[in-house]
């Protein structure tokens, strides 16, 4: 069993940053790991991704957003700068084993946190 914890949410205005943590409990070595969110009314959107060696990002964050793990700690992180308003979102977290290669699809993980909310104001 694995479980993800998000933390690093908040209000910013446009134009800041913030960076979200998600810690991972169990085992999750070889996990692809990825960042996804949620704005009221709109569909699970994959934002960022982690696994392989290789990162992967949508292309409204790409330039703006890095993600990254740091494997000792068993957390992942994602930089988010030069936030928008349309950045604003629930943000989860997600593991799996099989997602590759669609590492942006939010059908290809079976574990998720609870979410962390993100609001940029113009």
């Known amino acids: 069993q694995v479980a993800l914890v998000e933390s690093g949410g908040g209000s910013v205005q446009a134009g800041g940053s913030l960076r979200l943590s998600c810690a991972a409990f169990?085992?999750?070595?070889?996990?692809?790991?990825?960042?996804?969110?949620?704005a009221p009314w709109k569909e699970r959107e994959g934002v960022a991704a982690i696994g392989g060696g290789s990162t992967y990002y949508a292309d409204s964050v790409k330039g703006r957003f890095t993600i990254s793990q740091d494997n000792a700690k068993n957390t992942l992180y994602l930089q988010m700068n030069s936030l928008q308003p349309e950045d604003t979102a629930m943000y989860y977290c997600a593991a799996s084993l099989r997602a590759f290669p669609f590492m942006l699809t939010a059908t290809k993980y079976n574990y998720w946190g609870q979410g962390t909310q993100v609001t940029v104001s113009s």
């Open positions: 169990g085992y999750t070595y070889n996990y692809y790991m990825a960042c996804f969110r949620q």
